[in-house]
């Protein structure tokens, strides 16, 4: 049974950049039936798709948030990170990494989130 | 993006009862889409893709329809555990979406 873990500060300053870890256990990161997603979840906005990652490197993000987001995999160590730049407080939020089978759209599998916190 | 709207916000029921939620899409999705329990504090839980197909492990007491623009959950039976949230999430276009959930609380 596939499981996820994300890792990172839980708080983070006005400006700075918010970098998350999420480590994938139970499956290898580099099989090709799955994307690698994070969502983040607001009180304001409710659940939010950031974007998704593939093993090859390929990335595709929500069109609003492209340009201050990084994504990527280290397959030596079976994780996939988030950056998210230029943070303000509508970046709080619990952030979770989530499984998605290729071809399809939804997460049948998620790591139980990290709360971020964006505050000076 | 494709808004997901969910109806109603809060549903106030009874251990044994029938109750169904609503999930609107502002354009047609097909049958794309999924639902999800969320307890607070935890994950989602996912429990039906396609519109109406259960996950494994899903107990038959929940079950999805509709296609286009307007779908459905209902759970039949409500049991005491299934007092949560529920949220749709469309994957129909690139950029997924979610709903905003509908709180279904003790009444």
């Known amino acids: 049974q596939v499981q996820l873990q994300e890792s990172g500060p839980g708080l983070v300053k006005p400006s700075q950049t918010l970098s998350l870890t999420c480590t994938v256990s139970?499956?290898?990161?580099?099989?090709?039936?799955?994307?690698w997603n994070w969502i983040r979840q607001s009180p304001g906005k409710g659940l939010e798709w950031i974007g998704y990652?593939?093993?090859?490197?390929?990335?595709s993000s929500k069109p609003s948030l492209k340009s201050r987001v990084t994504m990527s995999v280290d397959t030596s160590k079976n994780q996939l990170s988030l950056k998210l730049r230029f943070v303000t407080a509508a970046d709080t939020a619990v952030y979770f990494c989530?499984?998605?089978?290729?071809?399809?759209?939804?997460?049948?599998?998620w790591g139980q989130g990290t709360l971020v916190t964006v505050s000076s | 993006d494709i808004q997901m709207t969910q109806s109603p916000s809060t549903l106030s029921a009874s251990v044994g009862d029938r109750v169904t939620l609503t999930c609107r899409a502002s354009?047609?999705?097909?049958?794309?889409l999924a639902w999800y329990q969320q307890k607070p504090g935890k994950a989602p839980k996912f429990l039906i893709y396609?519109?109406?197909t259960l996950e494994n492990g899903v107990p038959s007491r929940f079950s999805g329809s509709g296609s286009g623009t307007e779908f459905t959950l209902t759970i039949t039976s409500l049991q005491p555990d299934d007092f949560a949230t529920y949220y749709c999430?469309?994957?129909?276009?690139?950029?997924?979406?979610f709903g905003q959930g509908t709180k279904v609380e003790v009444k």
């Open positions: 989530a499984r998605a089978r290729r071809g399809s759209g939804f997460y049948p599998y």
């Open positions: 139970g499956g290898s990161i580099t099989s090709g039936d799955y994307y």
């Open positions: 990652i593939y093993h090859t490197g390929t990335t």
């Open positions: 354009q047609s999705i097909g049958k794309w």
């Open positions: 396609d519109a109406s």
């Open positions: 999430q469309q994957y129909d276009s690139d950029s997924w979406t």
